[in-house]
């Protein structure tokens, strides 16, 4: 909207020029017209209304012709796309529209031969038959047709000769939504929308969360509660980690439930008890208001507590009258500026030869890369702290610096700013910032209360009653694995996973080193969350085409172990890359490899373990 705003006004001085200068050329004309009768008003009216009406239809038109173009695209993937499910359901119309999955019973292919236009890959003449349920391997890099095997027996993909049946009966005549539901797939690249994790998580899960089913002629799907089936499908794919860390991250909203307030205020005591008895206690920084917070920014330390709205958020902190009165009347106004300077010059410097995209710049840099070139013009022409210009200008420059020095922490900065007697006075500025607060402005900020949950902190600082402290190597491990422990003792694990499990996914941010987004994911993570969500419906086999070319040997099969484990009894058919060498302990029913554009079926002695190699049964994922 913003991007369509600058160029409307962009775009006006050009549209009046068109309207203008026919008008003049005209009004001109008729000026020096020698025609007896003068042109009227009505008639200059009329004449300037249609030259206006033709401009801002042209203007009209033109912008329509943009849509156009712009959405052009998107309706060619649409006809696309329902030119597929009208092929879908020709094939369903023809004979056996009633037709229902059987439990069990053969999948064959009969002569079949496919193509996949998205990745390019084909079979041709295979011939196979696979029991079900069973486990079936599917050895073959990218580009050898293994996925698209996989995607012939998952019924994603329609074969361009042959048939594949399962029973006897083909596949294209079940029902779409029940072979879908029964029949699971992942793919390479799924599918995410912009929610919740849960909601990616149970995306296309046809079963309502008490295990029912909305058909009323098809059985309910068997296994654990919806709660019970997500906890294992993430144990599996090894997103529990993921879910765990960001339920921690994730900001306490006002409306918490009261009971799981009082549980995160009384796991506090534990917590902190556990810790001593670790010998780990000082590895925690809590949130004192007679001390300054070393492990928080200057500004959350004169704050002491969360932002809640936008009147005393990061961006809008140092420009706010009432924090400029503070900092006055602690005489910290001088102070800060000269330290924002400070700042700006030793950020200049280090990142000279930096260019504005760098993500270390992103990560490191207490201003964006759009206010650089600001920031490099004040240091140019402001060598010391004095002599400051008047005006706006001067104040503009002013607010900027002292913006710079309440985001800056020593820990993290490390520019030697900040010595004990500069902390006694910022923590001055925090015990007059809490005492002068008007009542207005008092919902604004959330202070830290031992005997409350603070709203807007995120969980885990909510439980610690402060911050880890970054000095040690490995504090954070230490103290998330005391945390996780006493979490399970009093049975607040669940209370995390449901905060993980609400926060935000960014489908369209990938999540790519120091630049990552919040809600951003990596790959590994995108692709287990296409297999959770297959394991959370339970359905009669699973087909994974995943791409693990990237992965190590040690990480497949130990997550591979993990997922044949929990699809016992069940059918499940697995692409992995040929490097990877099948365990015997746990020899797959049927292995087949993909080469040259062909299936075939590897003999169980090939498919043994390389000789010398010892047999992985490491817990490292294979998804994360």
């Avoid at 029991?131 to 074969?159: D, F, K, Y």
């Avoid at 029964?182 to 799924?190: S, V």
């Avoid at 420009?319 to 924002?340: D, K, N, Q, W, Y």
Wanted: glycine share 8%; charged share 25%.
């Amino acid at each position: 909207a913003a991007a369509e705003a600058a160029l409307a006004r962009a775009r006006a001085p050009a549209l009046a020029l068109v309207v203008l200068l026919p008008a003049t050329v005209l009004a001109t004309a008729l000026w020096h017209d020698d025609r007896s009768m003068p042109v009227t008003a009505g008639e200059l009216a009329s004449a300037f209304g249609s030259l206006a009406l033709a401009a801002s239809l042209l203007a009209l038109w033109l912008r329509q012709n943009e849509r156009r173009k712009a959405a052009l695209p998107a309706f060619r993937e649409i006809r696309r796309t329902t030119a597929a499910l009208a092929a879908r359901a020709r094939g369903v119309g023809r004979g056996a529209a009633t037709a229902r999955l059987p439990a069990q019973g053969p999948i064959v292919l009969a002569g079949v031969a496919a193509y996949d236009p998205a990745s390019g890959e084909r079979l041709t003449g295979v011939d196979l038959a696979l029991t079900m349920p069973g486990h079936v391997a599917i050895l073959g890099g990218r580009g050898s047709g293994g996925r698209v095997l996989a995607a012939l027996l998952a019924g994603q993909l329609e074969p361009t000769a042959g048939r594949v049946t399962y029973d006897g009966t083909d596949l294209r005549a079940f029902d779409p939504s029940e072979r879908a539901r029964r029949i699971a797939f992942a793919g390479d690249e799924p599918v995410l929308m912009a929610g919740s994790l849960l909601q990616n998580l149970l995306y296309g899960d046809l079963a309502f969360a008490d295990g029912s089913s909305p058909d009323p002629d098809a059985a309910p799907p068997p296994g654990l509660h919806l709660e019970e089936r997500l906890l294992e499908a993430l144990t599996v794919t090894g997103l529990d980690r993921l879910v765990v860390a960001r339920g921690l991250a994730s900001l306490v909203a006002p409306t918490i439930d009261p009971d799981t307030a009082a549980a995160i205020v009384a796991t506090r005591e534990a917590l902190r008890a556990a810790l001593a008895a670790e010998g780990a206690a000082h590895l925690i920084e809590p949130f004192d208001p007679h001390r300054y917070n070393a492990q928080a920014t200057v500004g959350e330390n004169i704050l002491f507590g969360e932002p809640v709205g936008s009147a005393f958020a990061q961006a809008r902190l140092a420009s706010h009258p009432f924090t400029r009165a503070v900092l006055e009347a602690e005489g910290l106004t001088r102070p800060m500026i000269e330290m924002g300077l400070s700042i700006a010059r030793a950020t200049v410097e280090i990142f000279a030869d930096l260019p504005d995209d760098h993500p270390l710049f992103d990560a490191f840099s207490l201003f964006p890369a759009a206010e650089r070139g600001f920031f490099e013009d004040l240091v140019a022409r402001q060598p010391e702290a004095t002599g400051w210009r008047r005006g706006a200008a001067g104040q503009r420059d002013r607010a900027r610096l002292i913006g710079l020095a309440l985001r800056y922490s020593e820990t993290r900065h490390r520019f030697g700013l900040i010595d004990a007697a500069f902390e006694a006075r910022l923590v001055g500025a925090r015990r007059t910032f809490a005492a002068l607060l008007p009542a207005s402005l008092r919902a604004a900020v959330e202070f830290y209360d031992p005997s409350r949950v603070t709203v807007a902190a995120s969980l885990e600082e909510n439980l610690l009653f402060g911050r880890i402290a970054g000095a040690e190597a490995g504090a954070g491990t230490r103290v998330r694995a005391v945390m996780q422990r006493v979490l399970t003792e009093r049975g607040l694990e669940r209370t995390v996973f449901r905060f993980g499990l609400a926060a935000r996914v960014d489908p369209r941010a990938a999540e790519s080193g120091l630049g990552a987004r919040e809600g951003a994911l990596t790959p590994a993570e995108r692709s287990a969350i296409d297999v959770a969500r297959c394991l959370v419906r339970q359905p009669d086999i699973l087909v994974a085409g995943l791409a693990l070319d990237e992965r190590s040997p040690v990480e497949i099969r130990a997550g591979l172990a993990r997922l044949r484990a929990a699809r016992a009894g069940r059918g499940l058919v697995v692409c992995l890359p040929d490097a990877v060498s099948l365990p015997p302990d746990l020899p797959f029913d049927t292995v087949l490899r993909a080469v040259r554009n062909t299936v075939e079926v590897v003999p169980p002695a090939e498919a043994g373990n390389r000789a010398g190699e010892p047999v992985v049964r490491e817990e490292a994922s294979a998804w994360t």
